[in-house]
């Protein structure tokens, strides 16, 4: 039997499942759950993860161990608290804000929020008002019997369908580096799906370092998504001859391996290989063969000292405005704009006049998000008179090209493909003017 120190809940207790409250991790004389470092609003992470346990020095987690005694959890009344809702500071233990309906962001700053303060957009508001019936997880496809907001979890990337909230918690940690949308295969859905209590752990997919590991816990939709298909009776038919490989890192694309000759460096049937990688995949190898990264855990933000909590000019904007910005309605991270940071927004601008109108940006507006060292540019992207919605860029903060914040300096930089965050297209501002006055009231 296990006690975590902090939170004081037992292994028998329901206190031991590595999936919700993470893996035991014990130094010295100290046992904790490993969510219980990540979520303790006031535990600050001070060292590598060579220092303490990973990187929570042993100081601060005693002097945690110590405060917590003196807290005591809104939902089961026993003391021990060490999660506090960011926007109330109503007080929990980490396993009873996982359990009960607290949403949790596994990134950044790993901040909480309490069930009646947790950020609600447009599309979850929808959820909550009307639970979609007869979904099915795309994860186990079995039915989903209660589509409750806190009990599935979805792609904001595609908002394609839903999974069970243990199933996509499961799946997170068991594809690591390699995790995409199971729906639309995109891979920023690694960080999004992080805003919805799913821990996503930097490093190789579990399988890799245990081989074997879970690989019973998801099962794939078969489908081809090599860019030419050429099987005659389309993309998910498999049979003998149209056998499907699946990637053998993010497990949700496929090939049929006859559309894969020709292509990746197979020239015949023969030369395919029985560990099929995906090109996305091969990218990301690549890519982190090229910067070495050897922290097997993911870095948690502040709070800056263990005097305080986060820092009070890091609250998130809630906007309570029920009109939805064209720019960012997509997407709920943006509702986390830290106002500590430059961050501002021009007036509407005019259609483009001339040629050199349409060489510059014309800009909605700038952020950052809490937790993340890059300037998000939200660009009108326009055909002639016409508004076809919003590019959303981002810049790392060290880019030279954004050193100059100022509107003047940003309109004129240079873009390129690969600044290109996500498109929001449903922006026709200059031709429906009405639509544009009841968002500026
Ligand atoms: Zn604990
Ligand atoms: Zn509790
Ligand atoms: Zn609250
Ligand atoms: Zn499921
Ligand atoms: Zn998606
Ligand atoms: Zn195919
Ligand atoms: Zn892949
Ligand atoms: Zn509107």
Redesign the pocket.
């Given at each position: 039997m296990k006690t975590c120190d902090i939170c004081g809940i037992k292994s028998h207790e329901s206190g031991d499942d590595p999936f919700m409250f993470g893996q035991w991790k014990s130094l010295s004389n100290v046992t904790v759950h490993y969510f219980c470092l990540l979520l303790s609003t006031k535990l600050p992470q001070r060292g590598d993860d060579s220092v303490g346990i990973l990187g929570f020095l042993l100081t601060d987690i005693r002097k945690e161990i110590a405060q917590a005694r003196h807290r005591k959890c809104e939902y089961c009344s026993k003391m021990g608290a060490n999660v506090s809702c960011h926007k109330c500071g109503d007080l929990f233990h980490m396993p009873c804000a996982v359990t009960n309906r607290c949403t949790i962001e596994f990134c950044g700053n790993f901040i909480s929020y309490c069930d009646t303060c947790r950020p609600l957009d447009d599309y979850k508001t929808q959820i909550l008002k009307n639970p979609p019936k007869k979904q099915s997880c795309v994860i186990c496809f079995e039915t989903i019997h209660s589509c409750y907001l806190h009990c599935v979890s979805y792609g904001d990337c595609c908002r394609l369908g839903f999974a069970h909230m243990m199933c996509m918690r499961k799946y997170a940690m068991s594809s690591g580096y390699y995790l995409r949308c199971p729906w639309c295969r995109n891979s920023k859905f690694r960080d999004l799906i992080r805003l919805q209590s799913i821990f996503v752990p930097d490093r190789d997919a579990a399988w890799e370092l245990e081989p074997n590991a879970y690989r019973d816990l998801h099962r794939s939709v078969f489908r081809c998504d090599q860019e030419e298909c050429i099987c005659p009776k389309g993309r998910q038919f498999t049979n003998k001859t149209w056998s499907i490989l699946m990637c053998k890192f993010c497990t949700v694309s496929g090939v049929h391996s006859k559309c894969l000759v020709g292509t990746q460096g197979v020239d015949k049937i023969s030369d395919i290989p029985k560990d099929f990688k995906c090109t996305i995949c091969v990218q990301i190898i690549k890519s982190r063969a090229e910067n070495l990264e050897t922290s097997l855990y993911i870095r948690k933000n502040g709070p800056k000292s263990s005097e305080g909590a986060a820092i009070d000019s890091q609250e998130p904007v809630f906007s309570d405005d029920n009109?939805?910005d064209?720019g960012t309605s997509n997407q709920e991270f943006i509702s986390l704009t830290s106002t500590s940071l430059p961050s501002n927004t021009s007036s509407l601008p005019p259609p483009p006049q001339s040629d050199k109108d349409k060489e510059r940006l014309w800009i909605q507006k700038s952020f950052n998000v809490r937790g993340e060292p890059f300037l998000y540019l939200v660009v009108y992207k326009t055909d002639g008179p016409k508004c076809l919605g919003t590019c959303t860029y981002r810049f790392h903060e060290d880019d030279p090209r954004i050193s100059d914040k100022s509107f003047e300096a940003l309109e004129l930089i240079e873009v390129s493909e690969e600044d290109i965050w996500f498109y929001h297209d449903d922006c026709h501002y200059w031709e429906e003017n009405k639509?544009l006055d009841?968002?500026q009231q």
């Open positions: 009109c939805v064209p639509h009841s968002c």
